[in-house]
């Protein structure tokens, strides 16, 4: 008897009437099972956003082709880098800015916000008629896209701390599955007007406007999430500090107790630009990052170049199949194999094999351009298939490095603000040096687009190198 009465809390736990971020704990407090609802509003609304971020590269190539900028056909890249990588840039320059505004004001505005930039500038970039406000449309899609920390914040204090790890799950998830519809968007619905004739005629708005349906598609969906999301509930606390609830159970006090002793010790702790292991994986992760990016952007700009210039001459819809059986495969290894691979050999030794698996594959891209008819669709998607998975096992490995060290917050914010910096470098570096490869098709040292594999291994080489010790300290 005795000791049930000493489970008793002392004092109930301290609620503010006005507070949405106290009746989320309340709600919280009365949840049974998995949250349905709350994970796929998650789902959903990271869906919404991570569309727009991969549907341009299937047309992307033609798109640049007929702004008129180009002077010659292998520029094209060049300037299809510049648009590839408005997007990243923008989001590189605020992402912290919209930390603080969802750290000061809430999660929900920031989500209405970044849904809402999507319905508006996702739809002037498919109605572009040149290249500059392609580039400025792409800009502000991603300064306003402002979603990636504020969601994972919101997908801990939604949860309770058993579902919080599918909360993230979700997150991520749902990002893989945008990658995987995104392009598929993209290459299917680009060019209606030329694809299904019986249904849109030249004449008509897509015909006028040939890259605007997937844009298009993706604002309606993108309105309709950004509507939902003024239902969802706010989960941060707006009251003050001293007066935030607290749980007086002899638990929560023990609790409280070994929090603080913990605090203390952190206090002697180094900095954490001083915490090498954690900083040296950091690095590491921006440099795949840079390679994967511009990977990303060369394959597509490859794929749809002409056969003299040692491209594919793909059409925007082979390239989403491509692209779409890409990522589909990506998911199910994802989901399935990964994480059998992970715990046998470590996330460390997977980067390295994965590394060193790629480079053979990389160079051979050249060599696939041969080929013709069916056996080009099965060489180039197996190959699409295993760098895909090759470059998931490599940042996966990397990230869970970094998800170990102690101050999780602090070195996943230092991640995201190096990898969006190096994913803008990525598509202007990969446009312009496939633009500068494609006019040495007569080189005596690797022609044409053999040099740019080359230099994309000579990046991924150097990122396997900063695997080793004493650069990676694990």
């Not at 320059?93 to 929900?108: E, F, I």
């Not at 991603?142 to 969601?151: A, D, E, K, M």
């Not at 900095?271 to 060369?298: G, Q, R, T």
């Amino acid at each position: 008897m005795a000791q049930e009465e000493f489970k008793v809390p002392l004092l109930k736990k301290k609620y503010h009437e006005n507070c949405p971020g106290c009746k989320v704990d309340q709600m919280k407090e009365l949840q049974e099972g998995i949250p349905i609802r709350q994970l796929f509003s998650i789902w959903i609304v990271v869906l919404c956003t991570a569309l727009p971020v991969s549907s341009l590269f299937p047309f992307l190539y033609f798109m640049i082709r007929d702004f008129h900028i180009a002077e010659t056909e292998e520029d094209i890249g060049y300037y299809a880098g510049y648009v590839g990588a408005a997007f990243m840039l923008g989001r590189a320059l605020t992402s912290v800015l919209w930390g603080l505004v969802a750290d000061r004001y809430g999660r929900k505005p920031v989500f209405i916000i970044t849904t809402s930039s999507v319905v508006i500038f996702n739809t002037l970039f498919g109605l572009s008629v040149n290249f500059w406000m392609a580039i400025i449309t792409r800009f502000l899609l991603g300064s306003l896209n402002g979603l990636l920390g504020p969601i994972k914040a919101y997908a801990v204090e939604i949860f309770r701390d058993e579902h919080q790890a599918l909360g993230l799950s979700t997150v991520s998830t749902s990002w893989g599955i945008a990658l995987i519809i995104g392009p598929a968007l993209g290459g299917f619905l680009a060019q209606p007007a030329d694809k299904y004739p019986n249904i849109f005629s030249q004449d008509s708005l897509f015909g006028r406007f040939p890259y605007f349906l997937p844009c298009l598609v993706i604002s309606i969906f993108a309105f309709g999430v950004s509507i939902g999301t003024c239902w969802l509930p706010e989960t941060l606390h707006k009251h003050n500090d001293n007066d935030e609830p607290c749980d007086d159970s002899y638990d929560a006090l023990e609790a409280a107790q070994k929090s603080s002793r913990k605090e203390i010790k952190e206090e002697n702790k180094p900095s954490l630009l001083k915490n090498w292991p954690l900083m040296s994986s950091i690095i590491v992760y921006c440099v795949f990052s840079l390679h994967d990016m511009a990977y990303s952007e060369i394959f597509s700009l490859w794929t749809v170049s002409p056969k003299k210039l040692g491209g594919l001459s793909y059409s925007t819809e082979d390239v989403g199949e491509v692209l779409a059986v890409s990522g589909f495969s990506l998911f199910v290894f994802q989901t399935s194999l990964y994480p059998y691979a992970e715990r046998i050999l470590g996330p460390v030794m997977v980067s390295r094999i994965a590394s060193i698996l790629s480079i053979p594959l990389l160079q051979s891209y050249p060599f696939i351009a041969l080929l013709s008819g069916f056996t080009l669709t099965l060489v180039i998607n197996c190959a699409s298939i295993l760098k895909n998975i090759f470059s998931l096992s490599i940042i996966t490995g990397l990230f869970i490095l970094q998800n170990r060290a102690v101050q999780r917050g602090a070195a996943n914010g230092i991640a995201m603000t190096g990898m969006s910096l190096f994913k803008a470098v990525g598509p202007a570096g990969g446009g312009a040096l496939f633009s500068w490869a494609e006019k040495r098709q007569d080189a005596s040292f690797l022609p044409g687009t053999q040099m740019v594999f080359f230099l994309l291994n000579i990046v991924e080489a150097l990122g396997l190198l900063m695997t080793f010790k004493p650069f990676l300290a694990t």
